[in-house]
């Protein structure tokens, strides 16, 4: 899309099979994260957050993962469909933090 | 339907020009943010506000002002004195501050002629 990086990582799928995006976040201290959806020139969609007290969280076809050990945030979307396409990213936020850290991005394509 | 409203979705910018972004949100959420998107970077925060009559400065608020007369609207003026205006232009809301989940607007394309 012309609103997102052009030489974002990309990540190719078969629709019907699943798909896991990463992120490595920055801060060590951040409690809360969240990841979005951004299709092409369209505003980013608010996914399915977590908090650093829990380690997995569970939404319709999505789940989160964090391992605050390595600083790692993995969103696993089941059965990948075409509608899935888009950029993803993660955003991270701290104690005391006045703003969102937000990554740049990873695109999925879903190929049919 | 509640959500965020952005206007307009493409803006053209001739040199020496302040133009103005609007941004509508009936969530009835106090914090409001404007966000710059560029190729291969995250979202860089402009200013922010967590409640009416009040903002603040982020990262990058040079050659940018805001207003917030009321509590609906926050309306982002890119000035003249922004040399590199051309990006993709986001706002937010959240129910109260930055610990709150952050909702996204549609997004205003901002090009100069």
């Known amino acids: 899309g012309e609103n997102v990086g052009l030489h974002l990582p990309t990540l190719s799928v078969q629709e019907g099979d699943n798909s896991i995006i990463n992120c490595a976040y920055s801060?060590?201290?951040?409690?809360?994260f969240i990841w979005y959806k951004q299709e092409s020139g369209k505003g980013p969609q608010f996914i399915i957050d977590?908090?650093?007290?829990?380690d997995k969280r569970q939404g319709q076809r999505v789940t989160v993962l964090l391992n605050k050990t390595v600083k790692h945030l993995s969103l696993q979307i089941a059965a990948t469909q075409p509608g899935d396409s888009a950029v993803y990213f993660c955003?991270?936020?701290?104690?005391?933090?006045?703003?969102?850290?937000f990554g740049t991005g990873t695109r999925l394509k879903v190929l049919a | 339907d509640g959500g965020i409203t952005q206007s307009p979705k493409y803006l053209f910018r001739k040199e020496g020009q302040n133009v103005t972004l609007s941004c509508e949100q009936n969530?009835?959420?106090?914090?409001m943010y404007w966000y710059r998107q560029d190729p291969g970077q995250g979202l860089r925060l402009i200013y922010y506000?967590?409640?009416?009559?009040?903002?603040q400065k982020g990262d990058i608020a040079e050659g940018y002002s805001v207003s917030r007369e009321k509590k609906e609207s926050f309306p982002l003026t890119v000035t003249s004195a922004q040399k590199n205006p051309t990006a993709f232009y986001l706002c937010?809301?959240?129910?109260?501050?930055?610990?709150?989940?952050?909702?996204f607007g549609p997004g205003t394309r901002l090009l100069v002629l």
């Open positions: 955003a991270e936020n701290s104690p005391g933090g006045y703003k969102y850290i």
């Open positions: 506000s967590q409640i009416v009559n009040d903002f």
């Open positions: 969530l009835n959420h106090d914090a």
């Open positions: 801060n060590s201290a951040s409690d809360y």
């Open positions: 977590i908090r650093s007290n829990m």
């Open positions: 937010a809301s959240s129910m109260s501050g930055f610990r709150e989940t952050q909702y």
